[in-house]
């Protein structure tokens, strides 16, 4: 069975890091991409990074390029997201997301909250 379990969320103030981590178990991920999305409250749930298998190639939605690392361990099934430069409006609950041959899964989530 495939579980995603996110950790490292938090409160921290503006202009704060983060870093939260995604362990993944159930089964081999080192060949599939992964991702970090986040939903604030009363809105829809949008795409933040995503990773490619080698590590070699990563994406950012515009807002975070240049402050979030995404980074992945295929040795211990984990993949981070390293968040520098937190802004109020970052306020969210943070998803691991993985797409498997025969699923599209979640974790959790891990609440972060930026305060001003």
């Known amino acids: 069975q495939v579980q995603l379990v996110e950790s490292g969320g938090g409160l921290v103030q503006a202009g704060g890091s983060l870093r939260l981590s995604c362990a993944a178990s159930?089964?081999?991920?080192?060949?599939?991409?992964m991702g970090w999305f986040r939903q604030a409250p009363g809105k829809e749930r949008e795409f933040v990074a995503r990773i490619m298998w080698s590590g070699c190639s990563t994406y950012y939605t515009d807002s975070v390029k240049g402050r979030f690392t995404i980074s992945r361990d295929n040795a211990k099934n984990t993949v981070y997201l390293q968040m520098n430069s937190l802004k109020p409006e970052e306020t969210a609950v943070y998803y691991c997301?993985?797409?498997?041959?025969?699923?599209?899964?979640w974790g959790q989530g891990t609440q972060v909250t930026v305060s001003s």
């Open positions: 159930g089964r081999t991920f080192r060949n599939y991409a």
């Open positions: 997301n993985v797409n498997l041959p025969e699923a599209d899964y």
